[in-house]
């Protein structure tokens, strides 16, 4: 499943308590959370405030590493099916369309 909207809207708030519900793992699907250090201006929720629930995709590149879809795409499926490995759910969270769109459709 996927929650999908503009930044700052709740959609981090609403995929932790869902994930905390269902025993899942959160996959970001957002642009810019994925640099490190990318915290203002993001919404990038603090590790504090994830209440245990795992998050992927969350500071993975330095913010001068220029990253594609595909790029994101490999990295962003590979979480999800080390996830589901596990047997555990999946909720995907993002601002960028794309993004999620590249996560779940066949590109």
Not at 54 to 81: G, I, Q
Request: charged share 25%; no cysteine; aromatic share 4%.
């Amino acid at each position: 499943m996927a929650i999908v909207g503009p930044t700052a809207v709740g959609k981090s708030d609403l995929a932790i308590e869902l994930a905390e519900r269902i025993g899942a793992e959160i996959v970001s699907a957002d642009s810019m959370q994925v640099y490190v250090g990318m915290d203002i201006g993001t919404a990038k929720v603090p590790e504090t405030e994830r209440r245990g629930v795992p998050h992927h995709m969350l500071d993975v590149w330095a913010p001068d590493h220029e990253v594609s879809v595909v790029e994101f795409r490999d990295r962003a499926r590979a979480s999800v099916a080390a996830i589901e490995s596990r047997g555990r759910d999946v909720v995907i969270v993002g601002g960028s369309w794309l993004y999620v769109q590249a996560i779940l459709d066949e590109m």
